[in-house]
């Protein structure tokens, strides 16, 4: 897999309000009630990442979720990236 050019990535973001692009990766932070709430979700993404065999970098602290893709193997960000924030965006909804 190839990775996106930085026009295209600024392209696809559009649909991405949520995101942002820096340090070649594209990034979100959630904030949720607590940190069982949290944790939920990162369950949640932890079964969908595997079964899509990508796997997000996260950080964690209480209540806050913070997230980073990238496809390391094709060195940037490819649409396999914005598939999982798809799926992460339905999740949290």
Not at 10 to 22: F, G, I, R, V
Request: proline fraction near 3%; hydrophobic fraction near 45%; charged fraction near 20%.
């Amino acid at each position: 897999m190839n990775p996106l050019s930085e026009s295209e990535i600024q392209d696809a973001l559009k649909n991405y309000p949520n995101w942002e692009y820096a340090e070649n990766a594209i990034h979100t932070a959630l904030e949720f009630e607590n940190f069982k709430d949290a944790f939920s979700i990162m369950t949640r993404i932890a079964f969908e990442a595997e079964a899509m065999n990508h796997h997000p970098n996260w950080f964690n602290v209480y209540n806050r979720l913070e997230i980073s893709l990238s496809t390391h193997d094709a060195g940037g960000v490819t649409q396999l990236d914005f598939d999982m924030a798809a799926m992460i965006d339905s999740l949290v909804g």
